[in-house]
């Protein structure tokens, strides 16, 4: 899943991603890993910036993503792209569950720490 990730071995493929960019596609990788295993714990934990684990309930964003999420199956998430602007990242996404057509959004990422964590998703 990691967009832009791969081993190079193909010359029909890009080179590996490395810094910022990578960074990126493996939080968006940690996202849809945790969403198909209903990790909601992660995702409230570790995924989301501190401001959107507020707006998704705070200390209730487990038990509200987990009821908003219960009739999701098979999640997937394919990066379209990735546009980084400083501590700031917005990704193009298109998700998939079973089910349900590809419905194409934007992750907004900050830099929080060493790493970049979710602060909004817009449809």
Do not use: H, W
Request: with cysteine.
């Amino acid at each position: 899943m990691l967009a832009g990730c791969s081993s190079g071995d193909s010359e029909s493929e890009p080179p590996p991603a490395e810094g910022a960019p990578r960074q990126v596609a493996e939080l968006i990788d940690r996202l849809e890993r945790a969403t198909r295993s209903r990790d909601f714990e992660t995702i409230c934990g570790e995924l989301l910036a501190k401001e959107a684990r507020e707006r998704a309930g705070g200390p209730d964003c487990v038990r509200l993503l987990r009821s908003t999420a219960s009739d999701v199956r098979r999640p997937e998430i394919r990066v379209l792209s990735i546009r980084i602007d400083g501590d700031r990242a917005n990704v193009r996404v298109s998700s998939t569950a079973e089910g349900q057509g590809p419905v194409e959004e934007t992750i907004q990422l900050v830099r929080d720490g060493g790493g970049y964590r979710i602060a909004a998703l817009e449809g």
